[in-house]
Protein backbone atom coordinates (compact mmCIF):
# COMPACT_ATOMS: atom_id res chain seq x y z
CA UNK A 1 0.00 0.00 0.00
CA UNK A 2 0.98 3.55 -0.67
CA UNK A 3 2.11 5.69 2.01
CA UNK A 4 -0.75 7.58 1.78
CA UNK A 5 -2.73 5.09 1.50
CA UNK A 6 -1.41 3.89 4.70
CA UNK A 7 -2.25 7.82 6.39
CA UNK A 8 -5.82 7.49 5.27
CA UNK A 9 -5.84 3.75 6.61
CA UNK A 10 -5.03 4.68 10.56
CA UNK A 11 -7.21 8.37 10.18
CA UNK A 12 -10.37 5.27 9.57
CA UNK A 13 -8.93 3.02 12.24
CA UNK A 14 -8.72 6.35 14.95
CA UNK A 15 -12.41 7.22 13.59
CA UNK A 16 -13.51 3.81 14.17
CA UNK A 17 -12.18 3.66 17.53
CA UNK A 18 -14.01 6.74 18.93
CA UNK A 19 -17.07 5.96 17.15
CA UNK A 20 -16.84 2.28 19.34
CA UNK A 21 -16.57 4.82 22.53
CA UNK A 22 -19.85 6.37 21.51
CA UNK A 23 -22.05 3.13 20.12
CA UNK A 24 -21.10 0.33 22.08
CA UNK A 25 -22.59 0.75 25.23
CA UNK A 26 -25.62 1.10 23.65
CA UNK A 27 -24.95 -2.32 22.30
CA UNK A 28 -23.95 -3.88 25.17
CA UNK A 29 -27.47 -1.94 26.29
CA UNK A 30 -29.47 -3.80 24.12
CA UNK A 31 -28.10 -6.84 24.05
CA UNK A 32 -28.46 -6.78 28.20
CA UNK A 33 -32.11 -5.91 28.02
CA UNK A 34 -32.33 -9.65 26.23
CA UNK A 35 -31.07 -11.33 29.10
CA UNK A 36 -32.95 -13.26 31.39
CA UNK A 37 -34.70 -11.36 34.65
CA UNK A 38 -33.14 -13.56 37.44
CA UNK A 39 -29.73 -13.87 34.98
CA UNK A 40 -26.20 -12.92 36.34
CA UNK A 41 -24.64 -9.45 34.91
CA UNK A 42 -24.05 -10.56 31.18
CA UNK A 43 -20.05 -11.21 30.40
CA UNK A 44 -18.52 -10.33 27.50
CA UNK A 45 -18.52 -14.19 26.64
CA UNK A 46 -22.39 -14.66 26.96
CA UNK A 47 -23.10 -10.78 25.98
CA UNK A 48 -24.53 -12.07 22.42
CA UNK A 49 -26.06 -15.12 23.66
CA UNK A 50 -27.91 -15.54 26.84
CA UNK A 51 -28.81 -18.71 28.53
CA UNK A 52 -32.05 -19.56 26.95
CA UNK A 53 -32.24 -17.53 24.16
CA UNK A 54 -33.35 -13.65 23.78
CA UNK A 55 -35.85 -12.90 26.10
CA UNK A 56 -38.00 -10.56 24.46
CA UNK A 57 -40.61 -11.20 26.58
CA UNK A 58 -38.93 -8.61 28.86
CA UNK A 59 -40.06 -5.53 26.88
CA UNK A 60 -43.63 -6.73 27.40
CA UNK A 61 -43.00 -7.47 31.55
CA UNK A 62 -41.51 -3.70 32.23
CA UNK A 63 -44.09 -1.72 30.04
CA UNK A 64 -46.96 -3.83 31.94
CA UNK A 65 -45.37 -3.78 35.28
CA UNK A 66 -47.94 -3.06 38.03
CA UNK A 67 -45.51 -1.19 40.28
CA UNK A 68 -43.71 0.88 37.60
CA UNK A 69 -46.07 0.80 34.77
CA UNK A 70 -43.32 1.87 31.64
CA UNK A 71 -46.14 2.36 28.90
CA UNK A 72 -47.85 5.01 31.54
CA UNK A 73 -44.56 6.68 31.80
CA UNK A 74 -44.48 6.38 27.79
CA UNK A 75 -47.62 7.65 27.64
CA UNK A 76 -47.25 10.83 29.60
CA UNK A 77 -43.62 11.79 28.36
CA UNK A 78 -45.42 12.02 24.41
CA UNK A 79 -48.15 13.93 25.69
CA UNK A 80 -45.82 16.51 27.85
CA UNK A 81 -43.23 16.67 25.11
CA UNK A 82 -45.62 16.90 22.17
CA UNK A 83 -47.72 19.83 24.40
CA UNK A 84 -43.61 21.73 25.12
CA UNK A 85 -43.11 21.02 21.65
CA UNK A 86 -46.39 22.77 20.15
CA UNK A 87 -46.93 25.35 22.76
CA UNK A 88 -42.59 26.64 22.46
CA UNK A 89 -42.83 26.75 17.97
CA UNK A 90 -46.22 29.10 18.51
CA UNK A 91 -44.07 31.13 21.64
CA UNK A 92 -41.41 31.11 19.65
CA UNK A 93 -42.39 31.69 16.10
CA UNK A 94 -44.81 34.90 16.68
CA UNK A 95 -42.05 36.30 18.79
CA UNK A 96 -38.81 35.55 16.83
CA UNK A 97 -41.21 37.45 13.65
CA UNK A 98 -41.88 40.60 16.10
CA UNK A 99 -38.10 40.91 16.39
CA UNK A 100 -36.89 40.32 12.90
CA UNK A 101 -39.41 41.73 10.70
CA UNK A 102 -41.13 44.35 12.55
CA UNK A 103 -39.78 47.87 14.18
CA UNK A 104 -40.55 49.32 17.66
CA UNK A 105 -39.02 51.01 20.24
CA UNK A 106 -36.74 48.81 22.35
CA UNK A 107 -36.71 46.01 20.32
CA UNK A 108 -33.11 45.00 20.57
CA UNK A 109 -33.05 45.94 24.48
CA UNK A 110 -36.01 43.06 24.97
CA UNK A 111 -34.25 40.89 22.46
CA UNK A 112 -31.12 41.12 24.58
CA UNK A 113 -33.21 40.56 27.60
CA UNK A 114 -34.15 37.14 26.11
CA UNK A 115 -31.00 36.05 25.01
CA UNK A 116 -29.35 37.04 29.03
CA UNK A 117 -32.14 34.75 30.50
CA UNK A 118 -30.29 31.90 28.27
CA UNK A 119 -27.58 32.72 31.60
CA UNK A 120 -29.86 31.97 34.23
CA UNK A 121 -28.89 28.54 35.84
CA UNK A 122 -32.14 26.17 36.29
CA UNK A 123 -30.95 25.89 39.93
CA UNK A 124 -31.74 29.64 40.75
CA UNK A 125 -35.47 29.01 39.43
CA UNK A 126 -36.32 25.11 40.27
CA UNK A 127 -37.17 26.26 44.17
CA UNK A 128 -39.14 29.65 43.43
CA UNK A 129 -41.22 27.64 40.34
CA UNK A 130 -41.68 24.73 42.43
CA UNK A 131 -43.41 26.78 45.00
CA UNK A 132 -45.51 28.85 42.09
CA UNK A 133 -46.74 25.67 40.49
CA UNK A 134 -47.67 24.57 44.24
CA UNK A 135 -50.00 27.71 44.45
CA UNK A 136 -51.29 27.20 41.11
CA UNK A 137 -52.18 23.67 42.45
CA UNK A 138 -50.33 22.45 38.74
CA UNK A 139 -48.58 19.81 40.92
CA UNK A 140 -48.92 16.55 39.32
CA UNK A 141 -50.35 17.75 36.29
CA UNK A 142 -49.66 17.82 32.95
CA UNK A 143 -49.94 21.52 33.49
CA UNK A 144 -47.06 21.79 35.76
CA UNK A 145 -44.88 19.34 33.62
CA UNK A 146 -45.64 20.94 29.71
CA UNK A 147 -45.96 24.90 31.01
CA UNK A 148 -43.34 25.92 33.60
CA UNK A 149 -40.04 25.03 32.97
CA UNK A 150 -39.23 26.09 29.41
CA UNK A 151 -37.35 29.04 29.68
CA UNK A 152 -34.45 27.85 28.00
CA UNK A 153 -36.53 26.58 24.98
CA UNK A 154 -38.31 29.91 24.52
CA UNK A 155 -35.33 32.14 24.70
CA UNK A 156 -32.96 29.90 22.33
CA UNK A 157 -36.06 29.02 20.17
CA UNK A 158 -36.90 32.78 19.59
CA UNK A 159 -33.13 33.53 18.76
CA UNK A 160 -32.83 30.86 16.58
CA UNK A 161 -36.28 31.49 14.25
CA UNK A 162 -35.34 35.31 14.47
CA UNK A 163 -31.88 34.65 12.99
CA UNK A 164 -33.23 32.82 10.45
CA UNK A 165 -36.31 34.70 9.19
CA UNK A 166 -34.08 37.84 9.06
CA UNK A 167 -32.72 35.83 5.86
CA UNK A 168 -35.35 35.43 4.33
CA UNK A 169 -35.89 38.07 1.76
CA UNK A 170 -37.72 41.16 2.54
CA UNK A 171 -39.29 41.56 -1.00
CA UNK A 172 -41.31 38.29 -0.15
CA UNK A 173 -43.50 40.45 2.40
CA UNK A 174 -43.88 43.81 0.35
CA UNK A 175 -45.26 41.23 -2.64
CA UNK A 176 -47.56 40.06 0.07
CA UNK A 177 -48.86 43.35 1.84
CA UNK A 178 -49.23 44.61 -2.06
CA UNK A 179 -51.71 41.45 -2.01
CA UNK A 180 -53.16 42.63 0.95
CA UNK A 181 -51.89 40.56 3.60
CA UNK A 182 -51.82 41.59 7.00
CA UNK A 183 -48.46 41.56 9.48
CA UNK A 184 -50.10 38.19 10.57
CA UNK A 185 -50.98 36.98 6.80
CA UNK A 186 -47.45 38.03 6.16
CA UNK A 187 -46.29 35.84 9.23
CA UNK A 188 -48.82 32.69 8.49
CA UNK A 189 -48.75 33.22 4.67
CA UNK A 190 -44.86 33.74 3.59
CA UNK A 191 -42.41 33.43 6.61
CA UNK A 192 -43.76 30.07 8.30
CA UNK A 193 -43.69 28.63 4.88
CA UNK A 194 -40.17 29.36 4.33
CA UNK A 195 -39.14 28.50 7.39
CA UNK A 196 -39.80 24.69 7.95
CA UNK A 197 -35.82 23.46 8.65
CA UNK A 198 -35.71 26.67 11.47
CA UNK A 199 -39.03 25.32 12.61
CA UNK A 200 -37.84 21.47 12.41
CA UNK A 201 -34.68 22.57 14.82
CA UNK A 202 -36.35 24.59 17.24
CA UNK A 203 -38.96 21.29 17.56
CA UNK A 204 -36.00 18.86 17.41
CA UNK A 205 -34.47 20.42 21.02
CA UNK A 206 -37.38 21.27 22.62
CA UNK A 207 -38.28 17.80 22.22
CA UNK A 208 -35.09 16.54 23.00
CA UNK A 209 -34.51 18.65 25.87
CA UNK A 210 -38.28 17.93 27.35
CA UNK A 211 -38.01 14.03 26.73
CA UNK A 212 -34.29 13.57 28.81
CA UNK A 213 -35.21 16.46 31.30
CA UNK A 214 -34.63 14.67 34.79
CA UNK A 215 -35.05 17.76 37.36
CA UNK A 216 -38.01 19.21 37.22
CA UNK A 217 -40.19 15.94 36.26
CA UNK A 218 -38.68 14.77 39.22
CA UNK A 219 -39.99 17.50 41.06
CA UNK A 220 -43.31 18.20 39.09
CA UNK A 221 -44.58 14.61 39.12
CA UNK A 222 -44.87 12.71 42.23
CA UNK A 223 -47.55 10.29 41.83
CA UNK A 224 -46.83 7.32 39.81
CA UNK A 225 -48.97 7.50 37.05
CA UNK A 226 -47.70 10.94 36.30
CA UNK A 227 -44.29 9.88 35.68
CA UNK A 228 -42.14 11.09 32.34
CA UNK A 229 -40.24 8.12 30.85
CA UNK A 230 -37.00 9.80 32.40
CA UNK A 231 -37.97 9.85 35.99
CA UNK A 232 -39.76 6.81 35.75
CA UNK A 233 -36.31 5.23 34.32
CA UNK A 234 -34.43 6.63 37.56
CA UNK A 235 -37.09 4.53 40.28
CA UNK A 236 -36.05 1.55 38.15
CA UNK A 237 -32.44 1.93 39.70
CA UNK A 238 -34.13 2.95 43.07
CA UNK A 239 -36.25 -0.12 43.09
CA UNK A 240 -34.33 -3.06 41.44
CA UNK A 241 -31.10 -1.63 43.08
CA UNK A 242 -28.54 -2.48 40.91
CA UNK A 243 -29.47 -5.94 40.51
CA UNK A 244 -31.51 -6.93 37.66
CA UNK A 245 -29.81 -5.41 35.14
CA UNK A 246 -31.56 -6.99 32.23
CA UNK A 247 -34.98 -5.24 33.15
CA UNK A 248 -32.97 -1.96 33.55
CA UNK A 249 -31.68 -1.78 30.24
CA UNK A 250 -34.91 -3.10 28.84
CA UNK A 251 -36.60 0.18 30.26
CA UNK A 252 -33.48 2.25 29.43
CA UNK A 253 -33.58 1.29 25.71
CA UNK A 254 -37.64 1.82 25.61
CA UNK A 255 -36.32 5.13 26.58
CA UNK A 256 -33.56 5.76 24.44
CA UNK A 257 -34.98 4.37 20.63
CA UNK A 258 -37.60 7.59 20.31
CA UNK A 259 -34.39 9.92 21.32
CA UNK A 260 -32.35 7.88 18.41
CA UNK A 261 -35.47 8.10 15.88
CA UNK A 262 -36.07 11.73 16.26
CA UNK A 263 -32.13 12.39 16.31
CA UNK A 264 -31.38 10.33 13.06
CA UNK A 265 -34.33 11.83 11.49
CA UNK A 266 -33.34 15.22 12.05
CA UNK A 267 -29.65 15.06 12.25
CA UNK A 268 -29.26 17.86 10.34
CA UNK A 269 -31.70 20.47 12.25
CA UNK A 270 -29.80 19.51 15.31
CA UNK A 271 -26.00 20.59 13.50
CA UNK A 272 -28.19 23.09 12.08
CA UNK A 273 -29.13 24.84 15.42
CA UNK A 274 -25.85 24.14 17.51
CA UNK A 275 -24.10 26.15 15.01
CA UNK A 276 -26.87 29.08 14.57
CA UNK A 277 -26.07 29.57 18.21
CA UNK A 278 -22.58 29.11 18.31
CA UNK A 279 -21.26 31.00 15.32
CA UNK A 280 -23.94 33.85 14.87
CA UNK A 281 -24.23 34.23 18.98
CA UNK B 1 -38.43 49.99 0.88
CA UNK B 2 -38.62 49.94 4.69
CA UNK B 3 -37.90 54.10 5.69
CA UNK B 4 -41.48 54.66 4.65
CA UNK B 5 -42.91 52.37 6.66
CA UNK B 6 -43.52 53.58 10.71
CA UNK B 7 -40.67 53.91 12.87
CA UNK B 8 -42.93 52.57 15.68
CA UNK B 9 -44.85 49.13 14.61
CA UNK B 10 -46.95 48.70 17.68
CA UNK B 11 -47.92 45.37 16.21
CA UNK B 12 -44.37 44.72 17.01
CA UNK B 13 -45.33 43.97 20.76
CA UNK B 14 -48.48 42.21 19.74
CA UNK B 15 -46.00 39.54 18.50
CA UNK B 16 -43.50 39.41 20.84
CA UNK B 17 -46.05 39.38 23.87
CA UNK B 18 -46.81 35.88 24.11
CA UNK B 19 -43.16 34.93 24.56
CA UNK B 20 -42.15 38.13 26.87
CA UNK B 21 -44.92 37.48 29.45
CA UNK B 22 -43.97 33.54 29.38
CA UNK B 23 -39.97 34.27 29.97
CA UNK B 24 -41.53 37.14 32.59
CA UNK B 25 -43.40 35.29 34.66
CA UNK B 26 -41.27 31.71 34.27
CA UNK B 27 -37.83 33.17 34.62
CA UNK B 28 -37.80 36.95 35.75
CA UNK B 29 -40.34 36.16 38.62
CA UNK B 30 -39.00 33.23 39.89
CA UNK B 31 -35.52 34.71 39.66
CA UNK B 32 -36.80 37.48 41.72
CA UNK B 33 -38.54 35.30 43.86
CA UNK B 34 -35.38 33.22 44.50
CA UNK B 35 -33.64 36.71 45.78
CA UNK B 36 -36.56 37.14 47.99
CA UNK B 37 -36.67 33.36 49.36
CA UNK B 38 -32.91 33.23 50.13
CA UNK B 39 -32.75 36.64 52.15
CA UNK B 40 -35.44 34.30 55.00
CA UNK B 41 -35.43 30.98 56.43
CA UNK B 42 -38.00 29.05 54.56
CA UNK B 43 -38.10 25.99 55.30
CA UNK B 44 -40.86 24.24 53.08
CA UNK B 45 -43.00 22.50 55.68
CA UNK B 46 -42.73 25.08 58.20
CA UNK B 47 -46.03 27.88 57.71
CA UNK B 48 -43.38 30.78 58.97
CA UNK B 49 -40.25 32.08 56.95
CA UNK B 50 -38.06 34.73 59.24
CA UNK B 51 -36.61 37.32 57.19
CA UNK B 52 -32.61 36.61 57.89
CA UNK B 53 -31.31 39.25 55.90
CA UNK B 54 -27.51 38.24 54.68
CA UNK B 55 -27.88 35.61 57.18
CA UNK B 56 -27.44 32.49 54.53
CA UNK B 57 -25.03 33.89 52.79
CA UNK B 58 -23.00 34.82 55.75
CA UNK B 59 -23.71 30.82 56.78
CA UNK B 60 -22.90 29.71 53.85
CA UNK B 61 -19.53 30.90 53.19
CA UNK B 62 -18.29 30.17 56.85
CA UNK B 63 -19.56 26.36 56.26
CA UNK B 64 -17.09 24.19 55.19
CA UNK B 65 -19.86 21.57 53.25
CA UNK B 66 -20.81 24.37 50.86
CA UNK B 67 -16.77 25.58 50.36
CA UNK B 68 -16.32 21.68 49.73
CA UNK B 69 -19.15 21.58 46.88
CA UNK B 70 -17.60 24.75 45.17
CA UNK B 71 -14.35 23.66 45.27
CA UNK B 72 -15.51 20.35 44.15
CA UNK B 73 -17.43 22.40 41.27
CA UNK B 74 -14.43 23.98 40.23
CA UNK B 75 -11.71 21.10 40.24
CA UNK B 76 -14.81 19.58 38.18
CA UNK B 77 -14.82 22.61 36.06
CA UNK B 78 -10.76 22.57 35.97
CA UNK B 79 -10.66 19.36 34.51
CA UNK B 80 -13.75 18.80 32.51
CA UNK B 81 -13.34 22.32 30.11
CA UNK B 82 -9.59 21.70 29.16
CA UNK B 83 -10.41 18.18 28.51
CA UNK B 84 -13.73 18.70 26.85
CA UNK B 85 -12.52 21.43 24.38
CA UNK B 86 -9.75 20.10 23.56
CA UNK B 87 -11.15 16.54 22.55
CA UNK B 88 -13.30 18.34 20.63
CA UNK B 89 -11.10 20.39 18.51
CA UNK B 90 -8.80 17.07 17.77
CA UNK B 91 -12.23 14.92 16.84
CA UNK B 92 -13.46 18.02 14.82
CA UNK B 93 -10.53 18.15 12.71
CA UNK B 94 -9.92 14.70 12.29
CA UNK B 95 -13.48 14.86 10.54
CA UNK B 96 -13.15 17.89 8.58
CA UNK B 97 -10.76 15.91 6.10
CA UNK B 98 -12.96 15.01 2.48
CA UNK B 99 -13.52 11.59 3.27
CA UNK B 100 -15.83 8.93 2.13
CA UNK B 101 -18.59 8.38 4.70
CA UNK B 102 -17.58 11.00 7.52
CA UNK B 103 -21.25 12.04 7.80
CA UNK B 104 -21.55 9.26 9.44
CA UNK B 105 -18.76 9.27 11.81
CA UNK B 106 -19.66 12.90 13.16
CA UNK B 107 -23.17 11.51 13.45
CA UNK B 108 -22.12 8.83 15.81
CA UNK B 109 -20.28 11.08 17.84
CA UNK B 110 -23.22 13.29 18.47
CA UNK B 111 -25.36 10.44 19.94
CA UNK B 112 -24.57 10.23 23.56
CA UNK B 113 -25.24 14.38 23.63
CA UNK B 114 -29.00 13.36 22.77
CA UNK B 115 -29.80 10.71 25.25
CA UNK B 116 -31.53 10.34 28.60
CA UNK B 117 -28.48 11.14 31.21
CA UNK B 118 -30.42 8.62 33.22
CA UNK B 119 -30.18 5.88 31.25
CA UNK B 120 -26.42 7.37 30.33
CA UNK B 121 -25.36 6.90 34.08
CA UNK B 122 -26.58 3.70 34.02
CA UNK B 123 -24.13 2.61 31.32
CA UNK B 124 -21.51 4.26 32.91
CA UNK B 125 -22.18 2.50 36.55
CA UNK B 126 -21.72 -0.68 34.71
CA UNK B 127 -18.46 0.30 32.80
CA UNK B 128 -16.73 1.59 36.32
CA UNK B 129 -18.81 -1.88 38.30
CA UNK B 130 -16.12 -3.69 40.06
CA UNK B 131 -15.44 -7.19 39.06
CA UNK B 132 -18.02 -6.93 35.96
CA UNK B 133 -17.59 -4.03 34.51
CA UNK B 134 -16.20 -2.96 31.17
CA UNK B 135 -12.83 -1.07 32.89
CA UNK B 136 -12.43 -4.37 35.49
CA UNK B 137 -12.17 -6.78 31.85
CA UNK B 138 -9.07 -3.77 30.89
CA UNK B 139 -7.66 -4.48 34.35
CA UNK B 140 -7.33 -7.93 33.89
CA UNK B 141 -6.19 -7.88 30.86
CA UNK B 142 -3.28 -5.44 32.24
CA UNK B 143 -2.89 -7.67 35.54
CA UNK B 144 -2.52 -10.84 32.63
CA UNK B 145 -0.11 -8.88 31.07
CA UNK B 146 2.08 -8.01 33.92
CA UNK B 147 1.96 -11.40 35.72
CA UNK B 148 3.10 -12.91 31.92
CA UNK B 149 6.14 -10.17 31.61
CA UNK B 150 7.06 -10.54 34.85
CA UNK B 151 9.61 -7.86 35.30
CA UNK B 152 10.86 -5.13 32.93
CA UNK B 153 14.71 -4.74 34.07
CA UNK B 154 14.28 -5.83 37.18
CA UNK B 155 11.59 -4.30 38.52
CA UNK B 156 8.76 -6.10 39.49
CA UNK B 157 4.98 -5.44 37.79
CA UNK B 158 3.70 -7.21 40.51
CA UNK B 159 3.20 -4.32 42.37
CA UNK B 160 0.82 -2.65 39.06
CA UNK B 161 -1.14 -5.43 40.15
CA UNK B 162 -5.11 -3.61 40.55
CA UNK B 163 -7.66 -5.44 42.31
CA UNK B 164 -10.49 -6.26 40.76
CA UNK B 165 -13.26 -5.72 43.33
CA UNK B 166 -12.24 -2.08 43.50
CA UNK B 167 -15.28 0.34 43.50
CA UNK B 168 -13.56 3.19 41.22
CA UNK B 169 -17.31 5.37 42.25
CA UNK B 170 -16.04 4.37 45.96
CA UNK B 171 -12.88 5.44 45.63
CA UNK B 172 -11.38 9.18 46.72
CA UNK B 173 -10.22 10.89 42.91
CA UNK B 174 -11.85 8.20 40.86
CA UNK B 175 -15.59 8.96 41.10
CA UNK B 176 -14.36 12.57 39.81
CA UNK B 177 -12.36 11.73 37.30
CA UNK B 178 -15.34 9.13 36.40
CA UNK B 179 -17.61 12.30 36.15
CA UNK B 180 -15.03 14.30 33.66
CA UNK B 181 -14.75 11.37 31.29
CA UNK B 182 -18.45 10.72 30.85
CA UNK B 183 -18.86 14.87 30.39
CA UNK B 184 -15.87 14.45 27.83
CA UNK B 185 -18.20 11.51 26.30
CA UNK B 186 -21.29 13.29 26.41
CA UNK B 187 -20.49 16.64 25.21
CA UNK B 188 -18.51 15.87 22.43
CA UNK B 189 -21.13 15.90 19.74
CA UNK B 190 -22.13 19.61 20.27
CA UNK B 191 -18.39 20.79 20.62
CA UNK B 192 -17.22 19.06 17.80
CA UNK B 193 -20.13 20.28 15.56
CA UNK B 194 -19.39 24.05 16.34
CA UNK B 195 -15.32 23.41 15.99
CA UNK B 196 -16.45 22.17 12.91
CA UNK B 197 -18.22 25.38 11.80
CA UNK B 198 -15.17 27.64 12.67
CA UNK B 199 -12.99 25.80 11.25
CA UNK B 200 -15.38 25.89 7.76
CA UNK B 201 -14.81 29.27 8.36
CA UNK B 202 -11.58 30.29 8.03
CA UNK B 203 -10.54 31.20 4.39
CA UNK B 204 -8.56 28.96 2.39
CA UNK B 205 -6.24 31.82 1.16
CA UNK B 206 -4.81 31.94 4.01
CA UNK B 207 -3.48 28.40 4.23
CA UNK B 208 -2.41 29.14 0.46
CA UNK B 209 -0.61 31.92 1.64
CA UNK B 210 1.25 30.05 4.42
CA UNK B 211 1.73 27.15 2.07
CA UNK B 212 3.98 30.32 0.10
CA UNK B 213 5.55 31.12 3.31
CA UNK B 214 7.06 27.51 3.91
CA UNK B 215 5.00 26.25 6.73
CA UNK B 216 4.64 22.90 7.93
CA UNK B 217 1.11 21.32 9.28
CA UNK B 218 2.00 22.10 12.82
CA UNK B 219 2.89 25.36 11.77
CA UNK B 220 -0.51 25.52 9.62
CA UNK B 221 -1.98 25.00 12.47
CA UNK B 222 -0.43 27.31 15.23
CA UNK B 223 -0.39 30.10 13.11
CA UNK B 224 -3.84 29.69 10.52
CA UNK B 225 -5.98 27.48 12.83
CA UNK B 226 -5.56 28.90 16.06
CA UNK B 227 -5.64 32.50 15.87
CA UNK B 228 -8.59 32.34 13.37
CA UNK B 229 -10.52 30.21 15.87
CA UNK B 230 -10.40 32.11 18.75
CA UNK B 231 -13.62 33.37 18.66
CA UNK B 232 -15.12 29.81 18.21
CA UNK B 233 -13.03 28.46 21.16
CA UNK B 234 -13.89 31.26 23.33
CA UNK B 235 -17.73 30.27 23.03
CA UNK B 236 -17.11 26.86 23.48
CA UNK B 237 -15.38 26.87 26.61
CA UNK B 238 -17.55 29.81 27.79
CA UNK B 239 -20.66 27.13 27.30
CA UNK B 240 -18.71 24.05 28.58
CA UNK B 241 -17.66 25.87 31.43
CA UNK B 242 -21.31 27.09 32.08
CA UNK B 243 -22.38 23.58 31.39
CA UNK B 244 -19.94 22.30 34.14
CA UNK B 245 -20.78 24.25 36.97
CA UNK B 246 -24.73 22.80 36.80
CA UNK B 247 -23.54 19.11 36.59
CA UNK B 248 -26.31 16.85 38.22
CA UNK B 249 -28.05 13.87 36.64
CA UNK B 250 -24.70 11.96 36.29
CA UNK B 251 -24.16 13.20 40.32
CA UNK B 252 -27.95 12.59 41.54
CA UNK B 253 -27.32 9.04 39.72
CA UNK B 254 -23.66 7.47 39.71
CA UNK B 255 -22.26 8.69 43.33
CA UNK B 256 -25.04 11.16 45.19
CA UNK B 257 -22.02 13.57 46.04
CA UNK B 258 -19.72 10.58 47.59
CA UNK B 259 -17.47 9.18 48.22
CA UNK B 260 -16.74 11.59 51.10
CA UNK B 261 -18.25 14.42 49.34
CA UNK B 262 -15.50 14.53 46.89
CA UNK B 263 -18.31 14.88 44.07
CA UNK B 264 -20.77 16.92 46.44
CA UNK B 265 -21.10 19.56 43.46
CA UNK B 266 -23.23 22.75 43.80
CA UNK B 267 -26.00 21.75 41.61
CA UNK B 268 -26.38 18.57 43.77
CA UNK B 269 -25.66 20.40 47.55
CA UNK B 270 -28.56 22.68 46.39
CA UNK B 271 -31.02 19.54 45.54
CA UNK B 272 -30.31 17.79 48.95
CA UNK B 273 -30.44 21.81 50.47
CA UNK B 274 -33.78 22.05 49.02
CA UNK B 275 -35.60 18.62 48.71
CA UNK B 276 -33.60 16.36 51.20
CA UNK B 277 -33.46 19.23 54.15
CA UNK B 278 -36.23 21.20 52.47
CA UNK B 279 -34.36 24.45 53.52
CA UNK B 280 -35.95 26.57 50.34
CA UNK B 281 -34.23 29.73 51.56
CA UNK B 282 -30.80 28.54 52.34
CA UNK B 283 -30.80 26.41 48.72
CA UNK B 284 -31.69 29.52 47.13
CA UNK B 285 -29.00 31.42 48.91
CA UNK B 286 -26.58 28.57 47.61
CA UNK B 287 -28.28 28.66 44.14
CA UNK B 288 -27.39 32.49 43.52
CA UNK B 289 -24.04 31.73 44.71
CA UNK B 290 -23.66 29.55 41.88
CA UNK B 291 -25.48 32.01 39.52
CA UNK B 292 -22.45 34.79 40.23
CA UNK B 293 -20.01 31.95 39.67
CA UNK B 294 -22.06 31.17 35.92
CA UNK B 295 -22.27 35.15 35.57
CA UNK B 296 -18.29 35.72 35.83
CA UNK B 297 -17.62 33.22 32.84
CA UNK B 298 -20.63 34.77 30.78
CA UNK B 299 -19.85 38.33 30.99
CA UNK B 300 -17.57 36.85 28.16
CA UNK B 301 -20.65 35.43 25.76
CA UNK B 302 -22.92 38.17 26.67
CA UNK B 303 -19.83 40.75 25.24
CA UNK B 304 -19.71 38.26 22.49
CA UNK B 305 -24.08 38.98 21.97
CA UNK B 306 -23.91 42.74 22.41
CA UNK B 307 -20.93 42.59 19.61
CA UNK B 308 -22.87 40.50 17.44
CA UNK B 309 -26.15 42.59 17.73
CA UNK B 310 -24.19 45.68 17.33
CA UNK B 311 -22.62 44.38 14.14
CA UNK B 312 -26.15 43.45 13.10
CA UNK B 313 -27.42 47.13 13.67
CA UNK B 314 -24.67 48.75 11.89
CA UNK B 315 -25.01 46.48 8.44
CA UNK B 316 -28.86 47.41 8.27
Known amino acids: MSRRGVKIALHYLVLLLIAASTVLPFVWMLFTSLHGQRAELPTMANLFSPAGGYHFDNYRYVL????????????????????????????????????????????????????????????????????????????????????????????????????????????????????????????????????????????????????????????????????????GLSAFRDSYGMTCWSLQMTAAVIVLVPVLLVFLALQRYFVRGVVTSGIKG | MISDRPRNNWRGYLFIAPATIYLAVFSLIPVAFAAYLSLHRWHLLKSDHPFVGWGNYTALAANPLFRGAVWNTLVYAMASVPLGVVSALVVAMLVSRPLKVIGVFRALYYIPAVCSQVA?????????????????????????????????????????????????????????????????????????????AGLQNIPETLYEAADLDGCNRWQRFWYVTLPQLAPTMLFVTVTTTIAAFQLFTPVYMMTQGGPQRTTDVVSFHIFQEAWRKYEAGMASAQSYVLFAMILVVAVFQIALMRKGLDREEAAQ
Open chain 2, 120 to 196: LSMVWIWILLPEKGLISYGIRFLNLLAETVGSIGGMDLSMFHIDLSTDLLAMRGWAMAALVLMSMWIGLGPRMVIFI
Open chain 1, 64 to 231: TYGELPVWRFAVNSVIVTTGVVLFQLALCSLAAFGFARLHFRGRNSIFFLFLLTMMIPGQVLIVPLFLMVQKLGWLDSYWGLIIPYQYLSTAFGTFLLRQFFVTIPHSLDEAARLDGCSELGVFWHVILPSSKPALATVAAFAFIWTWTDFYWALLASSSRTMRPLEV
